[in-house]
Nanobody, 113 residues
Framework: VQLQASGGGLVQAGGSLRLSCAASDSVSNFNGMAWYRQAPGKQRESVARITRSGTTNYSDSVKGRFTISRDNAKSTVYLQMNSLKPEDTAVYYC????????WGQGTQVTVSS
């Protein structure tokens, strides 16, 4: 299984970005998928997740600003990020889990103040 993340970039505070994670396998085959992020000098943290049934969960720091969604036909999971803040700057990673976990490569998100 391969996960290809894209959509990162440089944006000003208050702006928006949409990350995409394309899976080589059908996303419906996973128990769930998630986005994590890791800022310099910090541990990797969970940002948002969506289960096979469609249940979503967000970290308190992004709740109300980020939305995770899934397109089964495209085998892609998205992370819509609005009202971005400088503290959202990090490398964002896609993750999928089933009988085991799979990580995608990271995509850099930089939010300037």
């Amino acid at each position: 299984v391969q996960l290809q993340a894209s959509g990162g970039g440089l944006v000003q505070a208050g702006g928006s970005l949409r990350l995409s994670c394309a899976a080589s396998d059908s996303v419906s085959n996973f128990n769930g998928m998630a986005w994590y992020r890791q800022a310099p000098g910090k541990q990797r943290e969970s940002v948002a997740r969506i289960t096979r049934s469609g249940t979503t969960n967000y970290s308190d720091s992004v709740k109300g600003r980020f939305t995770i969604s899934r397109d089964n036909a495209k085998s892609t999971v998205y992370l819509q990020m609005n009202s971005l803040k400088p503290e959202d700057t990090a490398v964002y990673y896609c993750y999928a889990w089933g009988s085991r976990g799979y990580w995608g490569q990271g995509t850099q998100v930089t939010v300037s103040s």
